[in-house]
């Protein structure tokens, strides 16, 4: 394993945890978009359904696992435990928009024609949109707690990272996955309005706000 992506990896890892802190802490999700959620925990449910079926290392298996049950206590923690903070009025991004056209992406353009590997090939897709619903609250609300920014940061961090992963492997090993590498990069990209945002004002002391 490369440092680019262990260090990514973290970088994930502790996007999760700061926004469940921040939720179990503060005892609300206000600012924090539940469908942004719920397609995280679509994208860890497909993507790791080889759980099911093949082992890897323990790292490996236990990142899974620790992916997917945070997704989902963070969807439970939303909907269910704080509901009452949730901000349904602003979190109203079409989601219908994403997950429809991702799926038929994923059809046409996959490693393999199996129903598992489309089913990777659809996280891969998804995870690389499933932060809009998340940036349209915040451009609707006109700006973010620091805490939150904090966790998207991480979280655009975490693709970065990723991306030089990519770079990584195919100089150093010869492996490449132009679907894995193209979807980071829109990902990446989506965050670049946010990264420069974070950096002249939040890190500065300042609020964050999106614009319209």
């Not at 970088?11 to 539940?34: E, P, T």
């Not at 038929?104 to 590997?117: K, P, Q």
């Not at 700006?143 to 961090?157: K, V």
């Amino acid at each position: 394993m490369n440092v680019f992506r262990l260090t990514g990896d973290l970088s994930h890892l502790a996007a999760i945890i700061i926004l469940l802190l921040k939720i179990w802490k503060s005892r609300s999700c206000a600012g924090i978009s539940g469908k942004s959620q719920i397609l995280f925990a679509v994208v860890f449910t497909t993507r790791y359904l080889d759980l099911l079926t093949s082992f890897i290392s323990l790292y490996n298996t236990s990142m899974k696992l620790i992916y997917i049950g945070c997704a989902y206590a963070t969807v439970y923690l939303i909907y269910v435990k704080f509901r009452a903070t949730y901000d349904g009025n602003h979190d109203s991004f079409r989601v219908e928009f994403l997950v429809v056209p991702v799926g038929g992406l994923a059809v046409l353009i996959n490693h393999n024609f199996s129903l598992m590997e489309i089913l990777w090939t659809f996280s891969i897709y998804l995870e690389s949109v499933a932060i809009l619903p998340q940036l349209f609250m915040i451009s609707k609300t006109g700006e973010a707690e620091t805490i939150t920014t904090h966790y998207l940061f991480c979280l655009g961090l975490y693709r970065a990272l990723y991306l030089l992963n990519w770079i990584w492997r195919y100089y150093f090993e010869g492996f490449l996955d132009m679907i894995a590498i193209l979807a980071g990069l829109v990902q990446t990209v989506l965050y670049c309005d946010f990264f420069y945002l974070y950096v002249t004002k939040v890190l500065k002391g300042k609020k964050l706000s999106l614009p319209a």
